[in-house]
């Protein structure tokens, strides 16, 4: 499932991409096994998560990268 499809709370299966791209998520919180959560969506496609208590913005390239899988309820 990717940010798109995205509501509620979810965990971090794959992050896809270049080392650079993967790297830059993982400095910001966003690694498999993490818990995320879209706050906001921009009209670029970029998101605001929630992760670790903090929130980051990620453009839409970073976005795309990330793969999660809902927690069950």
């Not at 798109?4 to 971090?12: Q, R």
């Not at 959560?37 to 992760?51: C, D, E, K, P, S």
Request: proline share 1%; aromatic share 2%.
């Amino acid at each position: 499932m990717t940010l798109d499809e995205l509501s509620g709370v979810a965990t971090v299966t794959h992050v896809a991409g270049s080392l650079t791209v993967r790297r830059r998520l993982a400095e910001m919180g966003v690694r498999t096994g993490s818990h995320i959560r879209v706050l906001y969506r921009t009209t670029g496609g970029g998101r605001v998560l929630a992760v670790d208590g903090a929130r980051i913005a990620v453009d839409a390239q970073l976005a795309s990268a990330i793969q999660t899988e809902p927690l069950n309820a």
